[in-house]
């Protein structure tokens, strides 16, 4: 298991998911309006090719907003994971081993859908480019397919950050735990 060490970069790739969190929830809530608005009320849109290309836009945004943070994904988990091991038993959420484990199966199937995307991007034409329609079009399956775990990251990736501050809080392993001592400098009290 990979875990950042480095405290700086950690709280770096932490604001690279706050800023992830943020925008996707934008993009979802963005999405739910125009799906609200351009759809009947059994959910079927009023206009398939309109509906299909928002939804196109929906997925690229969010593959977009990811894309700072998939690099370092992996630690962030790994990191998670170890802090979560190390905190007391009671400050534990039940849920953030499964979310954990959530984020794990939406990265794994995340670097697996990149590895197909660069395969594809090596068979097509010499002339796709971006612009183009078999660029275009092939792209946007890539970013379809790769929509559901992005959304799982949004949904659960709140977990890494919720983790982290309960370990930030958790008493130290290294130090003892604060002593109540005297306070000096005041007179005793005055026995009768």
Do not use: C
């Not at 709280?11 to 999405?31: G, I, N, P």
């Not at 953030?96 to 660069?118: D, K, N, S």
């Not at 079009?137 to 559901?148: D, G, K, Q, T, Y």
């Amino acid at each position: 298991m990979t875990i950042s060490a480095d405290h700086t970069a950690h709280r770096e790739y932490l604001r690279h998911l706050d800023s992830y969190l943020s925008d996707s929830k934008q993009t979802l809530d963005a999405w739910d309006v125009y799906s609200d608005e351009h759809t009947d009320l059994d959910g079927w849109p009023h206009d398939d090719h309109a509906y299909g290309l928002r939804a196109s836009q929906r997925d690229a945004d969010t593959h977009t907003a990811f894309e700072p943070l998939r690099t370092n994904a992996r630690l962030l988990l790994g990191t998670a994971e170890t802090q979560l091991a190390h905190l007391p038993a009671n400050t534990v959420q039940s849920r953030w081993v499964y979310q954990l484990g959530v984020l794990h199966a939406a990265l794994e199937r995340l670097e697996g859908l990149q590895e197909q995307w660069t395969t594809t991007l090596d068979t097509l034409p010499a002339n796709a480019r971006p612009g183009s329609p078999v660029f275009d079009n092939a792209l946007a399956e890539h970013h379809a397919e790769s929509w559901s775990y992005l959304d799982d990251w949004a949904t659960h990736g709140q977990a890494l950050r919720e983790i982290n501050s309960a370990a930030l809080k958790a008493p130290s392993r290294l130090a003892p735990p604060p002593t109540t001592a005297p306070v000096t400098g005041r007179a005793a009290p005055v026995r009768k």
